[in-house]
């Protein structure tokens, strides 16, 4: 891990965010590389962020693990928010995928296995709390490029 703070592309190599759904459809393969790569993100980011670049990789660490959920919900809801019309129903992902309100990550058409069924549930729940609780009162609110900044640092000074 402390190789990972000192080269975040341990974790994932470095590519374009593109927040633009133009890939279609995320499935669980997507959704575990977009995750790498908004992890990827914040190492870079606390690398560069001051007081938390000067501070000792562990301390870093702790940082990340304490931010990462936050962080990486906020950059796609800003991103999500910022680049679909007023009521959408998807959620963007850096790598161009997107997740659909209504549509399944896990495919379970003939699946009997309740585990994944009950996964599957609770991504659902998921999505709909991203898009009713998150992304909702972020586009009545307006959400400005300043405030995102603002909010990113709070979330990693004051995790």
């Known amino acids: 891990?402390?190789?990972?703070?000192?080269?975040?592309?341990?974790?994932?190599?470095?590519s374009p965010?593109?927040?633009?759904?133009s890939l279609?459809?995320?499935g669980c393969k997507e959704y575990f590389e977009?995750?790498?790569r908004l992890i990827v993100l914040l190492f870079d980011y606390a690398n560069t962020l001051k007081p938390i670049a000067d501070l000792t990789p562990?301390?870093?660490?702790?940082?990340i693990h304490n931010c990462?959920?936050?962080?990486?919900?906020?950059?796609?809801?800003?991103?999500t928010v910022r680049n679909t019309e007023l009521?959408?129903?998807?959620?963007?992902?850096?790598?161009?995928?997107?997740?659909?309100?209504?549509?399944p990550v896990i495919i379970i058409e003939q699946c009997e296995d309740k585990q994944i069924i009950?996964?599957?549930?609770?991504?659902?729940?998921?999505?709909?709390?991203i898009l009713d609780v998150v992304l909702s009162p972020m586009r009545r609110l307006g959400f400005t490029e300043i405030e995102m900044v603002a909010l990113k640092a709070i979330i990693a000074l004051d995790p």
Do not use: C, W
């Open 34 to 36: 977009n995750l790498r």
């Open 68 to 79: 990462v959920s936050q962080f990486a919900l906020l950059v796609v809801a800003y991103h």
């Open 58 to 63: 562990s301390e870093k660490i702790s940082i």
């Open 118 to 129: 009950l996964l599957e549930s609770r991504i659902e729940i998921v999505k709909k709390n």
């Open 1 to 14: 891990m402390f190789d990972a703070v000192l080269r975040p592309s341990l974790i994932v190599s470095r």
């Open 87 to 103: 009521v959408s129903s998807t959620i963007l992902l850096p790598s161009g995928h997107y997740f659909h309100r209504e549509k």
């Open 17 to 21: 965010l593109i927040f633009d759904g």
């Open 24 to 26: 279609g459809l995320a």
